[in-house]
């Protein structure tokens, strides 16, 4: 079974930036599109940001231009880095894998809190 580990959510002042991490394991690394999600309380979930195992990239307009995915593919991480952060960036942030064969998996998430 996929196992993603989400990590570096916290408590954090608006204009501050976070750096969040996903783990896979027991995964190999023919996944195609590795995801970062994020809800908020009341709210439906909500993609924040995309990279294809190639490198492709897509970001949610909301936070465009001060946001960065990125993937460690021999590491099996992800990463996504924050800055400028807004009250409206709280949430908890979720780690997603879809695999070539369609197959998709969720991490537990993270809770990032932005203070105004």
């Given at each position: 079974?996929?196992?993603?580990?989400?990590?570096?959510?916290?408590?954090?002042?608006?204009?501050?930036s976070?750096?969040?991490?996903?783990a896979?394991?027991?995964?190999?690394?023919?996944f195609?599109?590795?995801?970062?999600?994020?809800q908020a309380?009341?709210?439906?979930?909500?993609?924040?940001a995309?990279?294809t195992?190639?490198?492709?990239?897509?970001y949610?307009?909301?936070?465009?231009?001060?946001?960065?995915?990125?993937r460690?593919?021999?590491?099996?991480?992800?990463?996504?880095?924050?800055?400028?952060l807004?009250?409206?960036?709280?949430?908890?942030?979720?780690?997603?894998?879809?695999?070539?064969?369609?197959?998709?998996?969720?991490?537990?998430?993270?809770?990032?809190t932005?203070?105004?």
């Amino acid at each position: 079974q996929v196992q993603l580990v989400e990590s570096g959510g916290g408590l954090v002042q608006a204009g501050g930036s976070l750096r969040l991490s996903c783990a896979a394991s027991r995964v190999t690394l023919n996944f195609a599109t590795m995801g970062w999600y994020r809800q908020a309380p009341g709210s439906p979930r909500e993609m924040v940001a995309t990279i294809t195992r190639g490198g492709i990239t897509n970001y949610a307009d909301s936070v465009k231009g001060r946001s960065t995915v990125s993937r460690d593919n021999a590491k099996r991480n992800m990463y996504l880095e924050m800055n400028g952060l807004k009250p409206e960036d709280t949430g908890v942030y979720y780690c997603n894998v879809v695999m070539y064969s369609g197959s998709e998996y969720w991490g537990r998430g993270t809770q990032v809190t932005v203070s105004a």
